[in-house]
């Protein structure tokens, strides 16, 4: 499998959008879409890492199938509000490495035993 950037994403779903999906549904739709695709995956984590059981009805869902589907929505809402992700992730992690340079390294929580 070919491996792609978050760029060629952003590209690969938009044109996605203009060929199968006609347009892109409201940023407000988008966000409903994103809030329901979160409750999946957080469905198949606890249920997998927590202590409830699947129902029958839970038995076919894949997590990455189910990360993927937020992922694509998230993509979604970052192309119609105009927003470069490799840009705005790298900022991010950049933001995060200074402001949390020592912190986790100092928290006493994540220290092995």
Known sequence: MQEITIKEAQIRVDDWIKT?????????????????????????????????????SDEDHNLGDELADVLFVIICLANQTGVDLTEALQKNLDKKTKRDFNRHKNNKKLKSN
Request: net charge neutral.
């Open 20 to 56: 199968v999906g006609v347009r892109y549904f409201s940023e407000l739709t988008n966000l409903g879409q994103l809030t329901e695709e979160v409750g999946e995956v957080a469905r198949i984590i606890t249920r997998t890492y927590g202590d409830q059981s699947f129902k029958k």
